[in-house]
């Protein structure tokens, strides 16, 4: 099989693992905001915000320092234990310190009005942190089904305590309907906005007990020497990590500090319509990074790269263009009605996160060389202008300047990776041909969404139109790859 062939495979197992349990998750947004005020989903909001900043410290770059090092060194075992155990051990440093200032993280996280979110909070974060390295493993040494079967028992978990208790008892209750006494009675004891964090760590703690048999075979040893190695690898990209939340979260947090609540809930709600983008970026990062590593010391490698950063666009361009120009039709099926005034953020927020792909693809030279500290440069860079435009322009026209914001972010830093990486690790990346297919993406999604809204027929021309080009432009590239 070729390489290319076998990238494309693993990617589409791991798509499934990435991209099905999160549309399926994506579609419970529509129960969310069916089940959830403005104001209360903020809350949820709010509460994944801080999840995903302290699972970036928790975690500090070791799950990409495992890879890099799971290639070259030959103690498998001690790759294995030694991130395993750095991570353990943060997870329990962390549990112990929230819990010691338990009335400090209440108050910072803005829990205190609703105690049992801390818990689980607490929770969530320790247990997802410690699953990172097996989930690491199982992608490493290339077992994609059993990482995918993982990865949909714990959605599944998900999804059932979700509709129970967010969907099927409020309606059941609502009807006069009767429900068993013991699922009344949990489903009186709390907040219904919990229910998303206690089926959260349900499902987490599902995952890591499936994941445990993988962790017994290993002889359990801590390598001093192999973690200064790693840490000196991972930690510029733990902040790189956390100037990334700060891309992804601070608008929400600001609006609803700058705003109010409502704004925060409905900006994050139209928000999660680019998950579509994010999904095929997730996948493609999943089998992306190990296959990177793997083929580094192939001769073709870097023509490799260019072909696949070529393949990534195009892709991504069409999946921009689909979701711009069906936008409307989209918002009615997975987003309730009182959430839609900021729908215009969506496309603008779409081609951010095709920006912050096509820079994930790029950044395989800093990491090849383990130059990382380039990736928490840019990072950096991004995170300031996150800052500094949500700060100076939310008051100015409100959370339109948030999107404004991760645009300019990651197209900066997707800029600035490929003029800095074209002189430290040249790659052969086809401009001339890729650019044009992000350009023509770009204005067909505008001219869509800007004068023919709605007209399905003539969006759906200009879809079919860009795919036949594309297919044109690359008949023989795609015709070679499948004869393979």
């Known amino acids: 099989m070729s390489a290319l062939k076998r990238f494309f495979k693993d990617t589409i197992i791991y798509g499934i693992a990435a991209v099905l349990p ?52 030959n103690k498998k075992d001690d790759i294995i234990s030694t991130s395993f155990l750095s991570v353990l051990v943060a997870a329990l440093l962390f549990v112990t310190v929230a819990f010691s200032f338990s009335d400090f993280f209440t108050n910072l996280f803005d829990f205190s009005e609703n105690p049992l979110q801390f818990k689980l909070f607490i929770g969530i974060l320790a247990i997802d942190a410690v699953s990172v390295v097996p989930f690491a493993y199982l992608r490493a040494s290339n077992r994609p089904i059993k990482y995918t079967a993982i990865k949909m028992i714990n959605v599944g978990v998900i999804v059932a305590i979700n509709l129970v208790f967010l969907k099927f008892i409020p309606e059941f209750k609502a009807s006069g309907k009767n429900i068993p006494e013991v699922l009344s009675t949990i489903f009186q004891s709390t907040s219904i906005v919990n229910f998303i964090f206690i089926a959260n760590i349900v499902g987490s703690a599902a995952s890591l007990i499936l994941l445990l048999p993988c962790l017994l075979k290993f002889k359990w040893r801590f390598n001093g020497i192999l973690f200064k190695k790693m840490l000196i690898y991972s930690w510029p990209i733990a902040v790189a990590g956390i100037a990334y939340v ?220 860009f795919g036949m080009l594309i297919f044109w432009n690359e008949k023989k590239e795609i015709l070679t790859l499948i004869k393979r």
């Open 22 to 73: 999160r549309v399926i998750n994506f579609l419970l947004v529509r129960i969310h905001t069916d089940a959830l005020p403005a104001s209360n989903y903020a809350e949820n909001t709010n509460f994944y915000i801080w999840i995903a900043l302290f699972t970036v410290l928790i975690t500090f770059g070791m799950e990409t320092a495992f890879f890099r090092f799971y290639k070259t060194e």
């Open 246 to 465: 700060i891309n992804e979260n601070l608008d929400k947090f600001l609006i609803g500090q700058m705003m109010d609540k409502t704004s925060m809930g409905i900006y994050s709600a139209c928000y999660k319509l680019a998950i579509f983008m994010n999904l095929y970026i997730m996948a493609f990062r999943l089998g992306a990074e190990p296959f990177f590593f793997n083929h580094s010391d192939h001769k073709d490698a870097r023509v490799t790269y260019a072909r696949i950063l070529n393949y990534f666009i195009i892709v991504g361009a069409l999946v921009f263009v689909g979701i711009v120009v069906f936008l409307d039709a989209i918002k009615q099926l997975f987003i309730n009605e009182q959430y839609w005034d900021a729908i215009a953020i969506v496309p603008i927020v779409l081609l951010a996160n095709l920006f912050l792909g096509i820079y994930h693809n790029l950044s395989i030279w800093y990491k090849l060389n383990d130059k990382t500290s380039y990736g928490m440069l840019f990072s950096i860079i991004g995170a300031v202008i996150t800052i500094v435009i949500n700060i100076s322009l939310i008051p100015v026209i409100g959370y339109i300047a948030s999107a404004w914001a991760t645009l300019l972010a990651y197209g900066s830093m997707m800029v600035l990776s490929y003029f800095i990486g074209d002189k430290q690790y040249p790659v052969p990346y086809n401009l001339k041909k890729s650019g044009s297919y992000l350009v023509a993406s770009i204005i067909i999604s505008f001219v869509s969404f800007t004068y023919f809204r709605e007209n399905y027929l003539v969006s759906a021309i200009l879809v079919l139109v």
